[in-house]
């Protein structure tokens, strides 16, 4: 019953740094999310993926990257983080496209130095 | 495109009275779906209620209930009998329904609730 599971949960990187953002659920949710929330702002769509294989941009998709090779995994690579990206990384999945909502992780907070 | 607003960036409320969040949406679609999260600082996004368009009847969780104005396209979230364990960030959300599969979920910038003891 873990549900959305993110790791790591803090992270501080340095300019120009790479990284890997983990995401696992154990739902069977064929839909993934990756979210980011920057401060006193609501949540903007980075990249999702409707099942193992498949994965499209979202809003702001520039300077990362995702793969999917399993349902249960959804990881969001990071290549020479930039000041801009710090923010906190929210990972999700759904039924049904989301229609009856998402079940989010807990959120990783990135700082780029 | 479709926008969320929520006006109040924040509110408080005494502990055990009412206190309505407001939320209005801009869309040219007649058929979506709209939700409550409550972000607690844990972090954590927690579903609180969905309301299907569609659907004319308001949609109720316990203490919490909503009033969905379709034509006024305000969809304000009514929090009774407030506790402290309700304090949080609150964001609207909207989803299209239009087309199947993954559609995203376009958030307002969020109201932050402080209840008083």
């Known amino acids: 019953n873990a549900g959305v599971t993110q790791t790591p949960k803090f992270r501080i990187l340095k300019i120009g740094q790479s990284m890997t953002l983990q995401c696992a659920q154990d739902m069977n949710h064929n839909y993934m999310y990756w979210y980011r929330q920057d401060p006193g702002m609501g949540l903007k769509l980075i990249y999702y993926?409707?099942?193992?294989?498949?994965?499209d941009k979202g809003e702001v998709p520039n300077g990362y990257n995702v793969s999917r090779s399993t349902t249960e995994d959804f990881p969001l690579r990071l290549e020479l983080a930039a000041p801009s990206q710090t923010s906190v990384y929210f990972c999700?999945?759904?039924?049904?496209?989301?229609?009856?909502?998402?079940?989010f992780g807990s959120g990783t907070r990135l700082t780029v130095v | 495109a479709q926008t969320v607003t929520q006006s109040q960036p924040e509110m408080s409320v005494q502990e055990a009275e009412t206190v309505t969040l407001s939320c209005t949406y801009d869309t040219s679609e007649s058929d979506y779906y709209l939700f409550w999260y409550k972000q607690p600082p844990s972090r954590q996004m927690i579903l609180v209620i969905r309301q299907e368009a569609y659907k004319q009847q308001n949609a109720t969780e316990n203490r919490f209930s909503v009033n969905f104005q379709k034509a006024a396209k305000s969809f304000s979230l009514k929090i009774s009998d407030s506790q402290l364990g309700d304090a949080a960030m609150y964001f609207c959300?909207?989803?299209?329904?239009?087309?199947?599969?993954?559609?995203?979920?376009?958030f307002g910038q969020g109201t932050r609730l402080t209840i008083n003891p």
């Open positions: 999700a999945s759904s039924l049904l496209g989301g229609t009856s909502g998402y079940t």
């Open positions: 959300a909207y989803r299209s329904a239009l087309r199947q599969g993954a559609q995203k979920l376009v």
């Open positions: 993926s409707v099942g193992a294989g498949i994965t």
